[in-house]
Every structure is written in C-alpha cells, then in structure tokens.
C-alpha cells in the first residue's frame, strides 16, 4: 500500500511474501485511499528501513487501531507517508464519530518515533491529559480525539537478508561470508534514502563503502558532499551551509563520534530537515563506535541516534575476514602492475598469521610498499636550449614503471617473508627458540633467517 505525497523517501523493499502479506490483510484493504494531491499532506513518503538491536534489517510500519468509540476494532496501516483521520472519506482512517474532525489529525511514521500532528481540530487531540499539536511518540501510544481512542502500535516486517552471491560491491572486494552477508545488507539499502551509519574500525573501507553506496542510489548522477569531524572547524564546511543546500546530494559525515555537543545538535536539525523532505539528501555516517550504545549510556546525543543510526552497518575487521587477504592482494598488485600475478595458495600463510591493526589499509599500503618503484634520476643537459626541452620530455620518459609480473610475484613473496619475520621477532623480542618454533625453524636456520633480513641475533 503506497500512500501520500509524491516525496523521495518512498521504500519498497519488502520481499515478495511480505507484499503478499500485505495484500492479504482485510483490515489494511478497508482502510480509507487519501489522494495524493491532498493540501494536508505535511510529509513526503516517509517509509523507513530499520535495524534492530540485532543488526536484522526491518521495514518499519505503524498499525492505528481503534480500541475505543463507535469504530472500535478499526484499524488502518501506515507504511509510508503519512495517514490522516477524521470522518471524510478521504482520511486513510475514517471514522463516524461526530466529535471528531472532518480531517483531524495526521500520523506519520519519523527515524524517532510516530509524530502525531493535530491539523486544528475543534475538539482537539490528546496524549493522557496533555492536548498535542505537533509531537513525537513512541510505539504504544494511545491517542485521544473526540469520544475515539487510536493505539499506535508496532507492524514491522523482518526482511530477510541471506549472503550475496557476489564478491563485490562496486570496488569492494570480499568473498568471505561476512563480506557476502554485508553486500547483500547493501543491495537491500543501498537505493533507498535511508540514512546509514558504517561502523567499524580504522582501515575497513567504510568511506569507499559510502562511495559504492551513493553509485548504486538515485543520488549517482548528484555530487557528494562531505564533512569530517577529524579536522578542524575552520578546514571543513559549516552545517549550516549544508543545510541551506537546494540542490540534490549524497552527505558523508565522516566520524560522527567526533562531533562536539554543538554539533551533534546542528546535526540533528540537519536529519531533520532531510526527513521533512525541506533537504533532498541522502546521509550516510561513519563511527569507529557504536553510537546507539554511547547514546545510552549519554556520551551521545540521544535524540541524534535514531536518525543517524536508522540502518547500522558494521563493517567487519580484515582479521575477521582472512579468507579474503589472497583476493585483496591480487587485486591491489593487479593495480601496481597492470597485470595478473601468478601466486601460489602457500604464498599467503604469511600474510595469514597478521593481525593488521591497519586493516584493508595496513595490506593496501604494504603491497604498494614491496612493489615500489622509484623513478630514475633525470639527467638533463647542463644548459641551453636542449636543456629547455629535455625538461618538458623527459619527465614523461622517466616515470616509474611497474616490475614484470615475475619479479613483482618474486618480490611480493620475499616481502611477506621478510615481514611475517620481522613482526615475529619483535613479538617474541628476539628469543631464538620462540622464533624458530613460531616460524617452524631449526635453530641454526633461525639465526641464518634473522642474519639475512639483519634482524639482532645473539651469538651462538
């Protein structure tokens, strides 16, 4: 059931025996149709994706049953837009009882909770004893209006999310199943507009995630925009500024878990303007923290969290994915090099005893390391005009080139060697019989090792 306004935020990613979940409730078929083009509608499309405490992915509904007054045991759904009530056949929830409204009052689904909207009743709407005019409320909500009482009551739909067949996400590589399992999260998120949170460690990729996200989102043809909390003010752009932008955009926040208490409260408004649909923007954060925790337990603006975080998705550590280390290495020589590598599967033991506090980072850096190539020294003529032009020339002819593939897949090999040596020398500061039962050597093959790569050794 698709209502409301003609806003972006509509979400349609309910899987086909969800849909047929809805199709086949009696109750949502008997709920009053509103046109589209109504003058009350105060919300674009607001269907939400959501995650749970699990990390389950959710689309969000709002059921509004009537437990009291002459349309007692009515109810109405209310998955995307918003619904209004009051007794005119154009209210999506339409009822008889003559205290209340012709058009009365407005339910939208929001990333903190349902807002409830009088839209200037005589009687008017009431919370307990307090009268609302503009509010947001929790699920379990009763509402009063005229002799009538609506409960605001939870209809989410689980969607299930079941491992990617694919070993990408655009340039996100990974085949290991918590890779899989994350790009198949992704393809159900990613051409929605909800807001996401990437969280992880440093290193992880989630800033090339939030770039995958945005091509394969209906912001791919705008700019992206973004603001990173690690720099300092004056080196970033305002939130304000950001928030007076008319065009469409994708918005990194880069390390929201940074922001100040000033900034946590602009950034609030700034979610919020993107969910009144005043702001066409898609947000996507990223946090080395669980922001839902922190605001628990208040080192976090609470009424932030359930907008930034309205989807969570952690993003795992490489140590968590080592199946996944030979598909990065190949791809990263493959981007030095311009070529396919010939590596043998034992190639990577080494590589798979790391711990990579770094991550996909650390990796990254160390294949570029081993395959640097430094460009030759130029020699130019000592004046003149041959000197002129061999300035402009010969640049472009001293470049470093990459090393054949051979010697590349030679010297990568000899890197992971020396380094898996190296890392387990310190580890071990410098014991020869840890050493050789961590590398699988004799003694005499340890200290020759160690000699090699001029590791310290004691003497024999």
């Known amino acids: 059931m698709n209502r409301g306004g003609d806003g972006g935020c509509d979400v349609k990613v309910i899987p086909q025996e969800g849909a047929e979940l809805l199709d086949s409730d009696p109750q949502v078929k008997a709920a ?42 009515r109810e109405a759904l209310l998955e995307a837009g918003t619904l209004l009530v009051g007794t005119h056949s154009d209210n999506d929830l339409i009822l008889r009882d003559p205290q209340v409204g012709k058009y009365h009052l407005e339910i939208a689904l929001v990333a903190g909770g349902i807002r409830v909207r009088d839209l200037g009743s005589d009687g008017g709407t009431y919370v307990g004893s307090t009268k609302v005019q503009h509010s947001v409320f929790p699920m379990g909500t009763e509402v009063s209006l005229g002799r009538s009482t609506l409960q605001l009551l939870s209809g989410d739909i689980p969607v299930p999310v079941t491992p990617s067949e694919r070993n990408s996400f655009g340039p ?28 992880g460690e440093s290193g992880t990729g989630r800033s090339l995630i939030a770039r995958a996200v945005h091509a394969s989102s209906r912001f791919a043809a705008s700019p992206m925009a973004s603001i990173d909390f690690r720099l300092p003010s004056h080196e970033r752009p305002t939130l304000s500024s950001l928030a007076q932008r008319t065009d469409t955009f994708t918005l990194l926040v880069d390390r929201i878990d940074k ?32 922001i839902r925790r922190e605001g628990a337990e208040g080192r976090f603006r609470k009424e932030l969290v359930p907008h930034a975080a309205a989807v969570r998705i952690v993003v795992p550590p490489l140590r968590a994915r080592a199946e996944d280390i030979p598909l990065l290495v190949r791809q990263f020589a ?16 080494r590589l798979l005893a790391r711990e990579y506090p ?13 395959l640097q190539v430094d460009a030759p020294p130029l020699q130019l003529p000592k004046s003149g005009l041959a000197r002129a032009r061999a300035a402009l020339v ?41 050493i050789g039962r961590a590398l699988g050597l004799p003694r005499r093959e340890v200290i020759k090792t160690l000699k090699r790569y001029g590791l310290a050794c004691p003497d024999r």
């Open 32 to 73: 009053g149709r509103v046109r589209a083009t109504n003058p009350l509608r105060f919300a674009p499309l607001t269907g939400i994706l959501s995650t749970d405490a699990t990390g389950n992915l959710l689309v969000r509904r709002v059921r509004v049953r009537v437990t009291s007054g002459p349309d007692r045991g």
């Open 172 to 199: 996100v590589l990974g085949q290991s199943l918590g890779m899989r399992t994350l790009f198949a999260l992704l393809e159900r998120v990613a051409p929605s507009d909800a807001p996401i949170i990437l969280e």
């Open 259 to 290: 922001a100040t208490p000033a900034e946590q409260t602009a950034l609030l408004s700034l979610y919020e303007r993107r969910e009144e649909g005043v702001l066409d923007a898609r947000i996507i954060a990223t946090s080395n923290i669980d």
């Open 334 to 349: 493959r981007e030095v090099c311009g070529a396919e590598l010939d590596f043998e599967n034992h190639d990577f033991d």
């Open 358 to 370: 770094g991550n996909v980072r650390e990796l990254r850096q160390l294949i570029g390391k081993a």
């Open 394 to 434: 010969m640049p472009l002819n001293a470049r470093p080139k990459p090393p054949p593939p051979k010697v590349a897949r030679d010297r990568l090999v000899e890197f992971f060697e020396r380094d898996h040596v190296e890392q387990t020398h310190k580890r071990l500061n410098g014991n020869i019989a840890e």
